[in-house]
């Protein structure tokens, strides 16, 4: 984990209140799948925005978000050549066994992008599917990365791209015509993350899921982030996490 002094190369909107920023590090990161940055859009060392990295070439990294407060209001108008500090690679990200072939990606709003690094580390050594679910037409993006995964079902909402339903339901249809994973990996609402829980749990499939809390310092000291065990313990979503073994939070 490096605090870097990164360049923003572009930023630009990719869908309706989405917009993707690419910063130049200097050096070549070195990122798991599933792992996040932590930006520090106003020069302060606390309340950095945490971002899932979504895809890195060379010495590049992209993170896609949404626009949500103050912080990304400010980030979405930064232009080339703005310098800010990025602390990453933070977490623990997804991990893909050798004997799992099958993987299912399952993420709605938000909880997209990290799966996109997770397609681009596996898509040459894994069988992927895809259910992405969006709240409607002009929130789709990243389609072109999804479609290099063997099945991409994208979804929305209200139905104006691909069938009206959330990313969960259309996994478990697809779960019901026989097509069953060795691993579901996913990210999204908490409510998504509820709902895929407790399919896995009924189908007996290994789930892995990324949380998302509001962060402080991103690498485990604030205890801000802290989310509950299924044994009674308490976990820091940014450093036991983000990714957990579905069975072992509560969601
Ligand atoms: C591990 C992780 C990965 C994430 N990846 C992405 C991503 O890839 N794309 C994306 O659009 N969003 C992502 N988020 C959510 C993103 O961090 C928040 O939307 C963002 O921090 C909001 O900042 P703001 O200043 O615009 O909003 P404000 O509401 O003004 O933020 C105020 C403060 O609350 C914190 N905060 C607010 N909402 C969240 C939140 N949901 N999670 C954590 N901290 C929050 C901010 O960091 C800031 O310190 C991720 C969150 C986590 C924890
Ligand atoms: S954000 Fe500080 S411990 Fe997780």
Redesign the pocket.
Known sequence: MKDYIATIIKNEQIADN?FAVTFDLGEEPCVRAGQ?GNIS?DGTH???????V?KTEGNEVT?????????????KNMGAGTRLNVLMP??NGFYVEETEQKVALVGGG??V??LISVLRAYKDKKDIAAYIGYRNQGAVCGVEEFAKAQKFIAVTDDGSYGAQMNAVQAFAADLEKGNRPDVVLACGPTPMLRALKALAEKEDLPCYV???????CGIGACLV?VCDQTNGQRAR??KD??VFNAKEVVL
């Not at 606390?46 to 899932?52: D, T, V």
């Not at 993170?63 to 980030?75: E, M, P, S, V």
């Not at 990324?210 to 402080?216: D, F, K, P, T």
């Open positions: 989405i996040f859009i606390l309340l950095r925005r945490p971002i899932a979504c993170f896609c978000y949404q626009i949500k407060g103050q912080g990304t209001q400010k980030l933070l977490g938000v909880g992008f990290p990324s949380l998302e809390e509001r962060m402080g982030c979503v940014c996490g983000p």
